[in-house]
Structure formats: C-alpha cells, structure tokens
C-alpha cells in the first residue's frame, strides 16, 4: 500500500515553454502533498506544501506564479513549471501523507520526474 | 548554520564491515527524526524513524539525543546493497512546519566487495 505516482518520469522541453507534472496517491486519500526540488549532488529542497482545496503554501525563494501547484482531489496534486529555463532543470518529488496518518510525519515519495530544459 | 548537517562522506567500506553515519539539526524543539535511503536517481525511501530510546531493525541501529541535537545511524554487516545515500531527515516544530521535512544533503556510501 501506501504507492505515489508521477507522470511523467521524464520530459524534455525547450526553453520559454510549460510544463505539467502530476502526482498521484494510487491507494490513499492525502490531504496534504509536497513539493521537492533535488539538483544534482544535492539534498531534497521543499518547494511547496499543497493542500487539498485550497492554496498551496510556498517555501521562501520559490516563485509561486513560476511554479503553480494544483490540488483538486484527495489523490491528485499537479506541478506547473512555467515559461521554463534551462536553470529549472532538475527532479522534481512529490510525496504525500495520508489521510489517516495526518497526526504522523510519515511521507511517501513519487519516483520523480527529471526535467530538462533545453 | 545549516538546519541538518551531514557528513557527506562519502564512505568506502568492503563488504561486512561496520559503518556509522552522524547528523546534527538546529532547531531544538524539532519533533520527528527519519533516516531515508536514496539510491541514484530514485526517489528518497524510508529507512527507519528514530526515536529517543533508539531502535534497531535488523542490521541497522539508530541513536537519537536531544541534548546533543544527534542523531545516528549505525550499519552492521554491510552488503553491497546497503550502497547508497543515507538523508537524515527532521520534522522541524510546529505551526506551518506541520508534517514538513528538512533534508541533511546525505552520505554516500559505498559497499565494495
């Protein structure tokens, strides 16, 4: 139990154009999702929290009219990298809590999408 | 100061041996402590969570002090498998930190036969 997916698991793009990247909770309601950044040969870093109806919360740094986060359903969050530069490069992580651990801090982790931006 | 620091490494040890990794974190009222597993271009998997009397799961053991702000992981026996990047993991306190994770930037470690 307890699986995220993302789609894709890869997308090239050329520069000035957007992105769409999807995370799902197959077999589990998740009222809360986040967003990762890892650049190469670095850590994870939070880019957003996104919650179930309502706004997502942005980390300090992290353009929220570059990077719109949508989170329309208990199972489905989106990630929309806009007008990409070659400087957006990375992989991009979803994870989620369920919705039945929300007292817990587990998370569960898409596999990711590398994006490059040509 | 960074939130969570690792040693990078990274470690090169033959199979069998026995490995330890340490984290520090900053923020004293951090609530929850995590190591996760990260192996090349995949995503983070959970290791094992740590808590303040330690635990052990197999070969790996993990040691949390509060005092210190400390957290450890220890690896006995290593396997090739056991190659990989170690993420030390914090939920930091409360508010609008709820349920978020800070990530250490991990420690490599590589098992050779």
């Known amino acids: 139990g307890a699986v995220v997916s993302q789609h894709p698991s890869w997308v090239i793009c050329k520069s000035g154009t957007s992105v769409k990247i999807e995370c799902r909770s197959l077999?589990?309601?998740?009222?809360?999702m986040f967003w990762y950044r890892q650049f190469p040969k670095q850590s994870l870093m939070l880019m957003a929290t996104s919650n179930e109806g309502s706004k997502a919360t942005y980390e300090q740094g992290v353009e929220k009219d570059k990077f719109l986060i949508n989170h329309a359903s208990l199972t489905l969050s989106t990630l929309t990298v806009t007008s990409a530069h070659p400087e957006d490069s990375s992989f991009y992580i979803c994870?989620?809590?369920?919705?039945?651990?929300?007292?817990?801090?587990?998370?569960?982790f898409g596999p990711g999408t590398r994006l490059t931006v040509t | 100061r960074k939130e969570v620091e690792q040693d990078p490494g990274p470690f090169n040890v033959p199979e069998g041996a026995t490995v330890a990794f340490n984290c520090t974190y900053s923020?004293?009222?951090?609530?929850?402590f995590f190591w996760y597993r990260q192996d090349c271009r995949k995503e983070p998997k959970l290791l094992m969570s740590v808590y303040s009397s330690g635990n052990e799961d197999g070969r790996f053991t993990a040691q949390l002090n509060r005092a210190s702000q400390y957290i450890s992981l220890l690896i006995r026996d290593s396997k090739l498998s056991d190659s990989a990047t170690y993420l030390c993991?914090?939920?930091?306190?409360?508010?609008?930190?709820?349920?978020?994770?800070?990530f250490g930037q991990g420690t490599i470690l590589t098992v050779h036969p």
């Open positions: 923020n004293s009222a951090s609530q929850s």
């Open positions: 993991v914090v939920n930091p306190a409360g508010g609008t930190s709820y349920g978020k994770l800070t």
């Open positions: 077999d589990f309601q998740a009222t809360t």
């Open positions: 994870s989620a809590t369920p919705l039945l651990h929300s007292l817990s801090y587990e998370q569960y």
